[in-house]
């Protein structure tokens, strides 16, 4: 099945993950699949050949799946339960996490299988991708270099989109502050955007990721406290939940779902955590780290988002930290904490799309002027990313319009499509129940692409066409 109707010898490109923080060298595989030798081989072990120079422990790499997956995203929460409800937001979010952790699932798998065909210790996501469609039907493995460099692309514009998000969380929550004690001076979020223009360009030429691990360890810091600040204001005083919706508009639920996939999606970061276990057998299974670390995520998700919206309501917003009392220094101290932990985390997310645009230009320009491109290159990544969130400073809006477009494509999407080309000659289970439950998946990844992108566009031509009109009118009382 599979690949044994292709005989000879087969040669695969090198599939490079953006995830993977470090270049993969490309491999071949010389697999003579008709002899007698290779049916007597004993079966290749991927984790035997594995050889790294510092491997994670179990609780290292559980560590740091919680660290890829608690993040700013948290804080959206309580806005996508506002889009729901709070029962459908409660039972949405399980049933969301479940997926989300079961695509995690299916694509570790998978890696791991191919690895033992491609004969190759391991593989970053954009490599497993590729030689699925490699070693899958006959009539698909032309696609395995498509399949590949899709994903290369689509992971780079994820971390491109989510760069914007991170200018106006940043933007939004000084803003918060400073009107606070500057009243005079009432900038608008834009102007806060474009502020943090200098910063984060400087930040940003920092090429060796050794330099930027202080940083992540500060931010990390800054969000444990602006996080357990938050969480003391929610829980203080809070209102009867019978005061809030517990079923929200059917039409409101894309966003709902779009928000969630893009606070709790963190597959981008799953095969470098896999690939660098010193026991990778213990990534998957029951508990397994997969299994802990998501359901940790699930746990605090839900009770931030749960407890969020019953505290704030209609009126929380796209980042919680900004209905924390104005006026108040513990509350202002944990917008400050946030905007700075976002600002250190920025040069971090910013190193993996600017690895795989270097790797794919590095090549086409001389060595003299290699210096000279990375400052441009940088340069102008960022203030493309705070030039678009400039131009639409709506935080949660921006946010569901992310994840409907590219975490959907990229945690729903891909892995159901691989699954299924990856097991369509190795069998499909009884019924096809594979094939069925990947359907359901893909199903529900265009739901969120579609229908979340159709919502949040509209909303973000709604908010742009009330601004405008309140300008207009403000300006026509000023002429009279």
Known sequence: MGHDEKKGTIILDNFNSTANLTANPGFQSTLSLGSKDVIN????????HRKVSHPNSTIGSLVHLLKSSLGSGILAMPAAFKNAGLAVGAFGTIIIGFICTHCVYVLVKTSQEVCVEAKKPS????????????????????????????IDYTMTCTYL??????????????????????PEYKL??????????????????IRNLKWLVPFSAVANIFLVICFVITMYYIFDDLPNPTERQMVASFTQWPLFISTVIFAMEGIGVVMPVENEMAKPQQFLGCPGVLNVAMTIVISLYGIVGFFGYIKYGDSVRGSVTLNLPQDQILAQSAKILMALAILFTYSLQFYVPMEMIWRELHTKISVKYHNF??????????????AIAAAFPDLELFINLSGAIF???LGLLTPAIVDTVHNWNRGLGKYNWILWKNIIVMILSFIALFAGSYVSIVGIVEKYNTTHNLESNMNSTLRT
Not at 137 to 145: E, M, T
Request: aromatic content about 16%.
């Open 407 to 409: 975490l959907s494509s």
């Open 123 to 150: 593989m970053g996501f954009a490599e497993t991708c590729g030689a699925a469609f490699e070693f899958g039907p006959k009539k698909l493995r032309p696609w395995a270099n498509f399949a590949r460099t899709f």
């Open 188 to 205: 608008s979020v834009e102007a806060y955007c474009a502020l943090t223009l200098v910063p984060l360009v400087l930040i940003c030429q």
């Open 161 to 182: 989109a989510a760069l914007c998000v991170y200018v106006v969380f940043i933007a939004e929550n000084f803003k918060e502050v400073l009107d606070e004690y500057y």
């Open 373 to 386: 491109m990375q400052i441009t290159i940088r340069t102008t990544a960022v203030v493309g990313s705070v």
């Open 41 to 48: 081989e004993k079966a290749y072990n991927p984790f035997e």
